[in-house]
């Protein structure tokens, strides 16, 4: 039972364009969410989150988007360029210590 | 500042062995975690920490254990290796309860 679902296991933008990856929850409990990026034989490293409480948040090039009453986020990237081509994993957080849970991942591939 | 080492980098282990997976933060984190990752699909916690003594098990703890005698550190022992337990381990801490988690670069075990 995937309480994190990233529908699209792959994603291809033009170099300058948007990116923008979605990502839907089940738990009602989730409070808090993340955005992880993963380049090969690397660990994932932290993007950008937002807490339940807001609908947007903003770091430079990324936005973060949460409907909570569609259980849904998602991750816009303005403009794309070639070093965002990674894995991008969505997670969710209820605010306690059990850890994260973890969608499967969406690989972003910019093109030139 | 190192962040989150983990060694090794690759093991390949014989079905029936054991082994310890290295996990060591230096940034004062009273939360650690253990993740694995399978091909194509996301992280799953196999168990975490909230403080040196203090263990819990994740969504995947079978044919894992922990220990936590120190704040640095938090290494997971694989008792009789599977090839079910071939995977990536990542290791991972965090300042407060399942915010923003520091992942280590992995460990790549395959069991054969």
């Known amino acids: 039972d995937q309480q994190v679902k990233q529908n699209s296991p792959s994603l291809s933008v033009q170099e300058g364009r948007i990116s923008i990856l979605n990502c839907d929850y089940t738990?009602?409990?989730?409070?808090?969410f993340l955005w992880y990026k993963k380049y090969p034989a690397e660990g994932p490293t932290f993007l950008i989150s937002?807490?339940?409480?807001?609908d947007k948040n903003e770091d430079g090039r990324f936005t973060v988007f949460l409907n909570k009453s569609a259980k849904h986020l998602s991750l816009h990237i303005v403009p794309s360029q070639p070093g965002d081509s990674a894995v991008y994993f969505c997670a969710a957080s209820p605010g306690s210590a059990d850890g994260l849970t973890f969608g499967k991942g969406t690989h972003l591939i910019i093109q030139p | 500042n190192a962040g989150v080492t983990q060694t090794p980098k690759f093991r390949i282990l014989k079905i029936g062995q054991s082994m310890t997976l290295q996990c060591t933060q230096d940034?004062?984190?009273?939360?650690m975690y253990w993740y694995r990752q399978d091909p194509g699909m996301g992280l799953k916690l196999i168990y975490y920490?909230?403080?040196?003594?203090?263990?819990d098990k994740g969504e995947v703890p079978n044919g894992y254990n922990v220990s936590r005698s120190t704040t640095e550190d938090f290494p997971l022992r694989l008792e009789l290796a599977a090839p079910s337990q071939t995977s990536v381990y990542f290791c991972?801490?965090?300042?407060?309860?399942?915010?923003?988690?520091?992942f280590g670069p992995g460990t790549r075990l395959t069991v054969t």
């Open positions: 991972a801490s965090s300042y407060s309860m399942a915010y923003e988690q520091y």
């Open positions: 937002i807490s339940s409480i807001k």
């Open positions: 738990n009602s409990m989730f409070d808090y």
């Open positions: 920490s909230v403080g040196a003594g203090i263990t």
């Open positions: 940034m004062n984190h009273n939360y």
